[in-house]
């Protein structure tokens, strides 16, 4: 039998390291999702980096889930 997915509390979200990145590309180092108090799920991609002065730093990006609230991906 199948685990239900994990759904979000609205307001949170959870982001896992992306253990299919190879040295050099381009993929995140990063991907999860977010769920705004409205219920809309957002996606993220995060990769990891250096500031000028050489301080730790996340770039994000954040995207509309490509998948509507009744799970047809239209």
Known sequence: MD???YEHKPGNGS?????FKKE???K????????????????IAMWEGE????????SIK???D???????PF
């Open 28 to 43: 995140p180092d990063w991907k999860g999702e977010i769920k705004l108090e409205d219920g809309t799920l957002l996606k």
């Open 3 to 5: 685990k239900p997915k």
């Open 15 to 19: 982001a896992f390291k992306n253990n």
């Open 24 to 26: 050099g590309d381009s």
């Open 62 to 64: 954040v995207d509309k």
């Open 51 to 58: 500031t000028k002065n050489g301080a730790p730093k996340l």
């Open 66 to 72: 490509k998948e509507g609230r009744d799970g047809i």
